[in-house]
């Protein structure tokens, strides 16, 4: 089991960056495949991001493909998600998943991550 925690959230305008940090301890995070995920007030949670073990292989939800990316730093156990070019609808609350896992695959759907950090709220206003 790993323990997740999320910052880098905040207020910003649309058309500006942010990026979140998730930080892990508990288990290296190298055997670990990550992901983003976020959750807007009266809608389900949304796949952001994903990334492989060893970061080989990462995938986007198609909302954020070309403005978002994620990268990990596996001797830091640091997960990140630099979100460029923000919109209003990039609202929401994100967390950072973790699962167990070999070094290549990635998943998209929430149900295949085992733990998650409280989240971080990133607010776009106009």
């Known amino acids: 089991q790993v323990q997740l925690v999320e910052s880098g959230g905040g207020s910003v305008q649309a058309g500006d960056s942010l990026r979140l940090s998730c930080a892990a301890s508990g288990s290296s995070l190298s055997s670990y495949r990550m992901g983003w995920f976020r959750q807007a007030p009266g809608k389900e949670r949304e796949f952001v991001a994903a990334i492989s073990a060893f970061g080989g292989t990462s995938v986007y939800g198609d909302s954020v493909k070309g403005r978002f990316t994620i990268s990990r730093d596996n001797a830091k156990n640091m997960l990140y998600l630099q979100m460029n070019s923000l919109k209003l609808e990039d609202t929401a609350v994100y967390y950072c998943?973790?699962?167990?896992?070999?070094?290549?695959?990635?998943?998209?759907?929430?149900?295949?991550?085992?733990?998650w950090g409280q989240g971080t709220q990133v607010t776009v206003s106009s």
């Open positions: 998943a973790a699962r167990w896992s070999d070094r290549y695959s990635v998943r998209t759907n929430p149900n295949e991550y085992t733990d």
